[in-house]
């Protein structure tokens, strides 16, 4: 079975603490017999091999062995989390589940059979591979969720090579590519997996100081937001040794402030998609933007500017798009991207670069000059069109002072004078109460 080497690892280290969910602790030696329990319910249910199937359910010890039993029976899973409940039927739909399988907080487990016929052509090549598979949405921050289907064999191979065990928090849960990928490095390695029920700054602070977490794998936006809270005064967090972040573009001064407060704190730019999977990744230092990525199973190039990969862990394409992969097989990632030797510097979305009158802007670079100012929360910085220039910047902000917003566009006129070039200062300002990042806090600019 393609998940053999997995148990050979919960065999060895029975006696570990694995996942820590609700602050309760489960072994390995606990996933091995829940999952021993799955395998017989999944026989009692009469679940066929190969069967798509939604997993409904929380981040929960019971869920994760529930997904390496449908692996163990090749079949395609998709994860489906609270976080997304109001696009569950479009999702059902599009991914053409035959079985929900849904975990509520109480643990209780309902199996319902569809009835659907699946007619997806990648799909049906999965089955006939008898392959296990897994689909995941993307979070729609820059359009409509696309849903890109994998083969979960060569995703499998490269957690096949041992690395540090860590205690890690899982921040992103395991319906997006870096919650999957954090779950499924932990499980490899022995590593232990805490689970929050939110993901506030004091309560991933508190996660750390009680369970003595060393790694968290999280997001320039909750950075950012945990500088703004001032929630690590409260707790110790001596334990933590490596930050990841990615999803987004890190502005400048949110890292710089984040590497002067914690200066023994290794910070770690990650690079993934849910097209291609998470790549190897080497920052410059901690303070810089500047990376490399790639590793074993991945190669990149830039042409024109924009970054593009081919992996073996690529997915066999979108069940509801077109294939974004050129004739060669390189994936175009429409990052685009500076290069320095062997590192790059990821300047953010092509569909987010804002042209103002032939000039390039690039939201990230306007957000860390403001995001400086004094009583700027958060800040996202988008286009709109104008009919003299084609765009104008426009900045969505949240202050933590009572100014008015005629007050406001005065003092960040005056501060950005030397900072940013006439054009790219904003021309439209709105401020705000709401927050300006999705359920995987990551900043939504549409």
Same mark, same amino acid.
């Given at each position: 079975?393609?998940?053999?080497?997995?148990?050979?690892?919960?065999?060895?280290?029975?006696?570990?603490?694995?996942?820590?969910?609700?602050?309760?602790?489960?072994?390995?030696?606990?996933?091995?017999?829940?999952?021993?329990?799955?395998?017989?319910?999944?026989?009692?249910?009469?679940?066929?091999?190969?069967?798509?199937?939604?997993?409904?359910?929380?981040?929960?010890?019971?869920?994760?062995?529930?997904?390496?039993?449908?692996?163990?029976?090749?079949?395609?899973?998709?994860?489906?989390?609270?976080?997304?409940?109001?696009?569950?039927?479009?999702?059902?739909?599009?991914?053409?589940?035959?079985?929900?399988?849904?975990?509520?907080?109480?643990?209780?487990?309902?199996?319902?059979?569809?009835?659907?016929?699946?007619?997806?052509?990648?799909?049906?090549?999965?089955?006939?591979?008898?392959?296990?598979?897994?689909?995941?949405?993307?979070?729609?921050?820059?359009?409509?969720?696309?849903?890109?289907?994998?083969?979960?064999?060569?995703?499998?191979?490269?957690?096949?090579?041992?690395?540090?065990?860590?205690?890690?928090?899982?921040?992103?849960?395991?319906?997006?590519?870096?919650?999957?990928?954090?779950?499924?490095?932990?499980?490899?390695?022995?590593?232990?997996?805490?689970?929050?029920?939110?993901?506030?700054?004091?309560?991933?602070?508190?996660?750390?100081?009680?369970?003595?977490?060393?790694?968290?794998?999280?997001?320039?936006?909750?950075?950012?937001?945990?500088?703004?809270?001032?929630?690590?005064?409260?707790?110790?967090?001596?334990?933590?040794?490596?930050?990841?972040?990615?999803?987004?573009?890190?502005?400048?001064?949110?890292?710089?402030?984040?590497?002067?407060?914690?200066?023994?704190?290794?910070?770690?730019?990650?690079?993934?998609?849910?097209?291609?999977?998470?790549?190897?990744?080497?920052?410059?230092?901690?303070?810089?933007?500047?990376?490399?990525?790639?590793?074993?199973?991945?190669?990149?190039?830039?042409?024109?500017?924009?970054?593009?990969?081919?992996?073996?862990?690529?997915?066999?394409?979108?069940?509801?798009?077109?294939?974004?992969?050129?004739?060669?097989?390189?994936?175009?990632?429409?990052?685009?991207?500076?290069?320095?030797?062997?590192?790059?510097?990821?300047?953010?979305?092509?569909?987010?670069?804002?042209?103002?009158?032939?000039?390039?802007?690039?939201?990230?670079?306007?957000?860390?000059?403001?995001?400086?100012?004094?009583?700027?929360?958060?800040?996202?910085?988008?286009?709109?069109?104008?009919?003299? !220039?084609?765009?104008?910047?426009?900045? +969505?902000?949240? &202050?933590? $002072? =009572?100014?008015?917003?005629?007050?406001?566009? #005065?003092? @960040?006129?005056?501060?950005?004078?030397?900072?940013? !070039?006439?054009?790219?200062?904003?021309? +439209?300002?709105? &401020?705000? $109460? =709401?927050?300006?990042?999705?359920?995987?806090? #990551?900043? @939504?600019?549409?």
């Amino acid at each position: 079975m393609y998940t053999d080497f997995l148990m050979e690892v919960f065999k060895k280290n029975a006696q570990r603490d694995a996942l820590i969910w609700r602050e309760d602790s489960y072994t390995y030696q606990w996933l091995l017999d829940s999952l021993e329990d799955w395998r017989k319910r999944l026989v009692e249910e009469e679940l066929a091999e190969g069967t798509v199937v939604s997993i409904e359910a929380d981040f929960s010890p019971s869920a994760v062995c529930l997904m390496l039993a449908l692996i163990e029976k090749n079949c395609v899973i998709v994860p489906l989390t609270t976080s997304v409940e109001a696009n569950k039927p479009e999702f059902r739909e599009i991914a053409q589940i035959e079985s929900i399988i849904k975990i509520d907080d109480n643990e209780k487990v309902t199996f319902t059979s569809t009835g659907v016929l699946v007619s997806q052509d990648l799909i049906k090549g999965l089955k006939e591979k008898r392959h296990p598979g897994l689909v995941l949405f993307s979070s729609g921050s820059t359009g409509k969720s696309k849903a890109a289907i994998h083969d979960m064999v060569p995703m499998l191979e490269k957690f096949k090579i041992p690395r540090n065990s860590m205690r890690s928090i899982t921040f992103l849960l395991f319906d997006h590519i870096g919650g999957f990928n954090t779950l499924l490095y932990n499980l490899s390695n022995a590593g232990c997996t805490i689970t929050v029920q939110d993901r506030k700054p004091e309560t991933i602070c508190a996660a750390i100081d009680k369970h003595k977490v060393e790694l968290l794998p999280t997001t320039p936006t909750f950075i950012n937001l945990l500088l703004v809270s001032e929630a690590y005064k409260n707790y110790e967090l001596t334990s933590l040794q490596l930050v990841t972040y990615g999803t987004e573009v890190m502005p400048e001064s949110t890292l710089k402030r984040f590497h002067q407060l914690f200066p023994d704190k290794k910070l770690l730019q990650t690079y993934g998609l849910s097209e291609v999977g998470i790549l190897r990744s080497k920052s410059k230092s901690s303070d810089s933007l500047w990376v490399k990525v790639g590793g074993e199973g991945f190669e990149t190039r830039v042409v024109d500017g924009m970054l593009e990969i081919k992996a073996r862990s690529a997915m066999l394409g979108y069940l509801n798009a077109p294939s974004p992969f050129t004739e060669d097989g390189w994936f175009i990632t429409g990052d685009a991207v500076e290069v320095d030797g062997e590192y790059i510097r990821i300047l953010g979305r092509k569909s987010e670069i804002i042209n103002v009158g032939g000039e390039k802007v690039y939201p990230a670079e306007v957000e860390s000059v403001i995001q400086r100012m004094d009583g700027v929360e958060d800040i996202a910085v988008m286009s709109e069109n104008n009919p003299i !220039t084609g765009q104008i910047v426009k900045a +969505k902000i949240k &202050l933590s $002072t =009572e100014e008015t917003l005629q007050e406001f566009r #005065k003092r @960040m006129r005056v501060y950005c004078k030397d900072k940013l !070039t006439k054009f790219k200062i904003p021309q +439209k300002v709105e &401020l705000i $109460t =709401e927050t300006l990042h999705g359920d995987r806090f #990551k900043k @939504m600019r549409r």
